[in-house]
């Protein structure tokens, strides 16, 4: 696909005709860019009237999927003959007029961030067309290559954006997460199954003029034994019966969550010292043990740190309705068949429920790795990539002796904030709350030593020092207030509430 396509002289087209997100958003309109992230073009439409200029007309095609007559494209792209010989337009002949449409969807998109941050870029992100648009449920071949969604924003939100040398995009898709990686990374390799997302993602790198090396294979086949400071992946991790049926984007054809299970276990020995590993994933739920220790048990032979946050847990019958939506069975006569096919599969596996969530490993390179499973539904901060690294540098801090850790000067995060809640009219609150207004979004209920303690951490005083001042003011014992502090310290210290002093405010 697409090897007769001129990626760089499309890149220019786009480019002159002010086809790039912050133009198109300017002139459509939040209302209007809003609704066409719900897949729905009216707001758009009303946006442009009768606009025929050459923005207007390619957004027409790219993203309201209209047919245009063959000059009014000419104008916007060039002569089209190229582009329809390529694969990027198709012809149609309405009324015997020959008109013309996009083969392909072509998306604006762009990412910002912090100054000195890397994360920043504006191109183009090339899939199929989205078989849902305007209300349509269009059953996408078993081939779709998904563009833009929930799930690709979430893991590049989630991704810590430090400068690495390599990087795998594992299950690349449209190489939507390739674009965000090659902000910071020296090497990025992309790998999926689908040889339709290899040309989609390799279109996308060329028209963000980007050197991308883009692989044909399943999970780690195409890197071998090589190894990588970061890999992120969205993997085709639904859970489907094996009736032959699947979209490949979603399903990769193993049972049970076993194609989460393999990317984690591979991903751990795939991973260079102080290498990151993060997927955006779910796990089945089951009578016979907990999540957490089912998790633990594909965890721990990598030798990792881990980090694994549950967002969300469905019921089985949640999670088939899903994605039998998805995959645009709503309303068509097999939908009771493939709904009941599914139940007595999760019967047939156990599966009672499906977790959703995050999951983080680290090659700290520790003799006991730290382990960390929870449930996590709680709104965050975006982006949340960031709390990715605040965890990996407080497990660090943590890992210290108590006589190094009451020795060492610690500073309060600025953005925690202090929360009193009490009765009315009473002279002291019933609660204290340290709350974070950042990262993971974390609260924690203190009493008055402890509390005392993180108010007057702020770089000067030793934490020895601090204990003692604080038993001496509530006329208890230094040493026993010491021993009583010292595990909640650290757990705090874990938290990010609490960094070394000189150390980064994440």
Known sequence: MFENLDARLLARRLRDAGYSFESVADRLGDAAIDALARNTTPATRDALGADTDAQADLIRLFMLHDALPADRVARALGQP????????????????????????????????????????????????????????????????????SPASSTLAQMTIRRPVGSALDLGTGCGVQSLHLATHADRVVATDLNPRAVSFARLTGALNELILDVREGSLYEPVSDETFDLIVTNPPYVMSPPTGERLVYREGGFTGDRLVEQVVRGGGARLNPGGTLQVLGNWAMTDDASWQDRLAGWIRPTGAD???????????????????????????????????????????????????????????????????????????????????????????????????????????????????????????????VYRQRYGFGRAVEVDTALGAVLGASDGELDTATLITAVADILDADAEALADELLPRLRELIRQGYLSREGGPAT
């Open 81 to 148: 003959a190229p582009w329809v010989d390529a694969g990027l337009l198709a012809a149609v002949a309405p009324g015997g007029a020959t008109d013309l449409v996009a083969a392909v969807e072509i998306r604006p998109y762009a990412a910002t961030s912090d100054p000195g941050t890397p994360g920043a870029f504006d191109g183009w992100v090339a899939h199929d067309l989205l078989p849902t648009l305007d209300g349509r449920l269009d059953r996408p071949r078993p081939d779709y290559v998904l563009g833009l």
């Open 306 to 432: 881990a980090l694994v946050l549950q967002r969300e847990r469905l019921d089985v019958y949640e999670y088939i309705e899903v994605w039998l939506h998805d995959a645009g069975l709503v309303g068509d006569p097999s939908y009771a068949t493939r709904y009941r096919e599914w139940l007595d599969y999760f019967a047939a596996q156990g599966i009672t429920g499906v977790g959703m969530g995050w999951i983080m490993l680290h090659n700290a390179g520790r003799d006991q790795p730290d382990l960390t499973f929870e449930e996590w539904p709680h709104a965050v901060v975006q982006p949340v990539g960031v709390a990715f690294a605040a965890h990996q540098a407080g497990v660090a801090d943590a890992d210290i002796g108590d006589d190094d850790l009451l020795e060492a000067t610690w500073v309060l995060h600025p953005g925690v904030d202090l929360e009193t809640l009490g009765r009315p009219g009473e002279a002291d609150p019933e609660h204290v």
